[in-house]
């Protein structure tokens, strides 16, 4: 059988996610093994957007740019999963601040997150995730291990994400437990930790999503960690 | 036998540190400081993110400890939520440690399985966790909770206490006066997130410590994973940790007490589910 075909697709982003993929150094090769990287502007030299069974997206599209809507929806349309890699793509991140007025062109002002153009099979939030998910997700597709890709579906990974949905879905439904995860996460360092509960001040919160993301109450992959916990007492 | 609610481990067994002077200031036989602090001297770690009391009467302090001494000043337990895995990120990037120590309840080690499957926000920390020492916990309590606790329920003032215990159905505090409040009571005050917790003995811990089961003056100690068992093993046997056989009444003490954690959780999860609240999805094992 071949290899799964893979594309990574560049938008507006800032590049933290693709160096983030870049930075599982030795496990490349592994994810080399996995797929066949058929597009990915950094490391190849490939044009136009070729017929693969996995797209990574990373970053946003300008909406008063034709040409990245375009390659979104021909991402989207020569891909099998599509995969929302990183804030910029999930949450849109800080192209929520977006006003226009500024380089590369003045008119470009709206960046949504992808979700509302084209269908999106898996988010992964995080400014940028960390390099292990990037292995982690295309080996759970290669392997068709849903019980791991299930969580990245939900809607609550990706979409309009910040330290909000932290009060509005884990305290204020009486979920937190203070365990500090969510301040760990954040990438800006947005989080503190008054009485046990996050603080998120918004002036530093860039709605990547990772927190909420990271929050061992917004989802608990059970199956998932026992299936680690019998690896973890073999070896 | 098999006993409920223990979750997976290869061994179960009393321990207590064979260091006096740890024994003397610890919540119970000291294992885990005992452990750390091996741990630290053999370079099994470099340092280990822990809890602390800080200079405000019993609210918790979080810290990365790299010395015998930093570890010691973890002794105790301090009943009040302790948000440590903030500092993981502390000890990998701005100390650079390569090989940490973590010390949590169970939720805690809850949060560190998933950061390790999905390490969303936790760039380099997965590879740097040598060791996870996950605590019994049964419930928590904001620091205030204490206060309304101890110096309300029990007219002591917090200063004059020197160590809280909760067992065998009691809130205990040693110190000037020494107060027994009913767990009843005192659970009025714990924070909401802990009714849906179905965890009390860090399930997904390399190593669990608690005092349900044994004597006193003794940590029941599960070994859990194969780097937990050989690391507790080496331990033991380079004269750090005393060990002898738990009882079976011990175990049977402390499943009841798991069991009823779990009853409690599949309770409430299904009384929120009801009021059409958003529960963790999948939380119940």
């Not at chain 2, 950061?115 to 605590?135: C, H, K, T």
């Amino acid at each position: 059988m071949s290899k799964p075909k893979f594309a990574y697709v560049h938008l507006a982003a800032c590049s933290g996610c693709e160096i983030s993929f870049l930075d599982n150094f030795e496990r490349l090769l592994d994810m080399m093994d996995m797929v066949d990287i058929e597009y990915m502007t950094l490391i190849k030299d490939a044009t136009d957007i070729p017929k693969v069974d996995i797209v990574f997206v990373d970053g946003a599209a300008c909406l008063q740019s034709e040409d990245a809507v375009e390659t979104l929806k021909k991402a989207r349309e020569n891909a099998t999963y599509l995969v929302a890699w990183g804030g910029c793509s999930s949450t849109a991140t800080i192209n929520n601040f977006s006003r226009g007025g500024q380089l590369p062109q003045p008119q470009h002002e709206s960046f949504p997150p992808i979700k509302r153009l084209v269908k999106v099979d898996a988010s992964v939030p995080g400014s940028p995730p960390g390099p292990g998910m990037a292995y982690n997700v295309i080996r759970a597709f290669v392997e068709g291990d849903l019980d791991y890709l299930k969580y990245l579906s939900s809607y609550s990974l990706g979409g309009f994400a910040c330290g909000c949905d932290l009060w509005k879905d884990i305290v204020d439904n009486g979920l937190c437990i203070g365990c500090g995860a969510c301040a760990m996460a954040c990438p800006t360092r947005a989080i503190t930790m008054v009485e046990g509960r996050p603080n998120n001040v918004f002036e530093r919160c860039v709605k990547c999503g990772a927190c909420y993301a990271q929050c061992p109450r917004s989802f608990l992959p059970t199956a998932a960690i026992e299936k680690l916990m019998d690896r973890l007492m073999e070896d | 036998m098999a006993y409920q609610g223990f979750g997976k481990y290869k061994e179960v067994l009393s321990a207590r540190s064979a260091d006096e002077e740890i024994r003397n200031i610890a919540q119970d036989g000291g294992t885990t400081t005992a452990l750390l602090c091996f741990a630290l001297e053999t370079g099994f770690i470099d340092g280990a993110v822990l809890t602390k009391k800080s200079s405000r009467e019993w609210v918790p302090a979080q810290y990365v400890a790299t010395t015998r001494d930093e570890i010691l000043q973890s002794a105790k337990s301090v009943y009040a939520l302790s948000p440590s895995l903030y500092r993981l990120k502390e000890a990998t990037r701005e100390r650079a440690l390569s090989k940490v120590g973590y010390v949590g309840l169970p939720c805690q080690i809850e949060a560190v399985r998933k950061m390790q499957l999905y390490p969303f926000g936790a760039r380099d920390i997965v590879e740097s966790l040598a060791l996870v020492i996950g605590i019994f916990c049964f419930e928590n309590f904001y620091p205030e909770s204490l206060k309304a606790i101890v110096e309300g329920l029990g007219e002591e003032p917090l200063e004059d206490v020197v160590r809280m215990r909760c067992a065998s159905g009691k809130f205990r505090t040693e110190g000037e006066k020494g107060i027994i409040v009913p767990l009843k009571q005192a659970s009025r005050y714990i924070q909401d997130g802990d009714r849906i917790c179905p965890d009390l003995v860090s399930e997904w811990a390399d190593i669990s410590a608690g005092s349900v089961g044994s004597d006193p003056g003794w940590n029941t100690v599960f070994l859990r994973t194969k780097k937990g068992h050989d690391f507790f093993q080496q331990a033991t046997g380079a004269g750090a940790i005393e060990t002898k056989e738990i009882s079976e009444e011990g175990l049977k003490a402390l499943e009841k007490l798991a069991v009823a954690k779990k009853d409690r959780a599949k309770k409430h999860i299904a009384k929120r589910e009801e009021l059409g609240l958003y529960v963790t999805r999948d939380i119940y094992y």
